[in-house]
């Protein structure tokens, strides 16, 4: 039993910064990478970024310079830190994490947390 819970979120005027955490948790025998997404009214869920086990990093291109995500391997838990926000950035972020028990693979999903820029 693997859970995944995000946290963060907030409101937060154009040009401000928040931190979004993400903490797995059960039985992880090694987690492959932590990922964020976000979805917006109406819209898709988008990818925003992600970071492997090698510590490599992507990042769309609409959060790049912007965004920066990290991790933190003995506690299993990663971050999103958000700076020079937009509006455009209102949505709700999603963690995402491809965790190995065992022999076996799997992708899970944070319930996800509000944040919100405004004017």
């Known amino acids: 039993q693997v859970q995944v819970l995000d946290s963060g979120g907030g409101l937060v005027q154009p040009g401000g910064s928040l931190r979004l955490s993400c903490a797995a948790s059960?039985?992880?025998?090694?987690?492959?990478?932590m990922a964020w997404y976000r979805q917006a009214p109406g819209k898709q869920r988008e990818f925003v970024a992600r970071?492997?086990?090698?510590?490599?990093?992507v990042f769309a291109d609409s959060v790049k310079g912007r965004f920066t995500i990290s991790r933190d391997n003995a506690q299993n838990t990663g971050y999103l830190q958000m700076n020079s926000l937009k509006p455009e950035d209102t949505a709700i972020y999603y963690c995402?994490?491809?965790?190995?028990?065992?022999?076996?693979?799997?992708?899970?999903w944070g319930q996800g947390t509000q944040v919100t820029v405004y004017s």
């Open positions: 995402n994490v491809e965790i190995y028990t065992g022999p076996t693979l799997r992708a899970y």
């Open positions: 970071i492997f086990s090698t510590e490599n990093t």
């Open positions: 059960g039985s992880i025998s090694k987690i492959n990478y």
